[in-house]
């Protein structure tokens, strides 16, 4: 590489020291998280995966910064990992669990090969070979091990996506429908509250027959999963009728603690099923959208008929 087009690079990519920099503390960070989630991890095929991982991570952290001691020694020395995302890390894989944490970090790395790619031109030859072998782990091999992952809350995210999908359409259906026969938050809070109960019930016998039929899941945990995930929902679907005494504005909190908790579960499928986000969100925000007004318009023909007129604000 000529002199000149390394002075285009420098001018093209930035000064490469801050490039290397920033390269070697994302590596040695992940190298710090999948080490953290290795010590955590009980199955043995996880934890050798992700002692992979981690020891790739490593060796991607020390080829950038050779390539940044070149350039500046002391700086090289400075590069540590970032303690609060391996801390925010370990917290996500206690509550989300570690398939979904290492496909969120891949999902984030997911344009490395490209950039890296980008930076050939002003890497050096003697150290082609080496670059070459970092974006054919990006590309392909932590794609490999991260797919080697078994856990098994993802076995069951079906039937909790089910329990909670069922039961935001649904009680967002009978709130919905109460708008056109009472004022009354109370009353609507209420009836959202039993009408979940018994749907919570008759949703987790429906699982539990269901995964009779599949012999690599227990239907009693499935059962218990799809029949729980529906009523915590509707127990943050029925809170604003209890806390504010307005029906319309509590109705309009409701849907769009509805909304949030569609767009929670649909980001979770998601990234763990590498599904596209949008148009899964879409479709569940639009159901459940349409239910409510179709139950609204049936609670106003009840409420016409019956000669009711609530209250709504």
Request: aromatic share 10%.
């Amino acid at each position: 590489m000529t002199d000149g087009e390394k002075t285009a690079a420098g001018r093209k990519y930035g000064d490469p020291r801050d490039i290397y920099a920033a390269n070697a503390a994302n590596e040695l960070t992940e190298h710090y998280v999948y080490a953290a989630l290795a010590r955590l991890e009980k199955n043995a095929g996880n934890r050798a995966a992700l002692e992979k991982l981690s020891m790739q991570e490593k060796t991607h952290y020390e080829f950038w910064k050779t390539l940044l001691k070149e350039k500046d020694a002391a700086a090289a020395e400075r590069i540590a990992p970032r303690k609060a995302t391996v801390a925010g890390a370990k917290l996500l894989r206690s509550v989300l669990g570690v398939t979904f944490l290492t496909k969120l970090l891949e999902e984030h790395e997911k344009e490395a090969p490209e950039k890296y790619e980008a930076l050939r031109p002003v890497v050096p030859a003697e150290l082609q070979d080496r670059f070459t072998k970092i974006i054919e782990d990006e590309h392909s091999h932590e794609r490999t091990l991260i797919a080697q992952l078994k856990e098994a809350r993802v076995s069951y995210i079906g039937f909790i996506v089910l329990g909670l999908a069922d039961a935001i359409v649904e009680i967002t259906g009978v709130h919905s429908g109460f708008l056109g026969v009472t004022g009354s938050t109370l009353i609507a809070g209420v009836a959202g509250v039993i009408v979940g109960f018994a749907a919570a019930i008759s949703m987790g016998s429906a699982a539990y027959l269901q995964a009779k039929q599949e012999p690599d899941k227990s239907a009693i945990a499935s059962a218990f999963a799809t029949g729980i995930s529906y009523f915590i929902s509707v127990i943050f679907l029925a809170l604003p009728y209890f806390l504010i005494r307005t029906m319309a504005t509590a109705f309009t909190v409701s849907t769009s603690v509805g909304i949030v908790l569609i767009a929670a579960f649909t980001f979770y499928g998601a990234v763990v099923f590498e599904r596209k986000f949008w148009r899964e969100f879409g479709e569940a925000a639009g159901l459940m959208l349409i239910t409510a007004v179709a139950t609204f318009i049936w609670g106003a023909i009840i409420g016409a008929i019956f000669h009711i007129s609530p209250t709504l604000f």
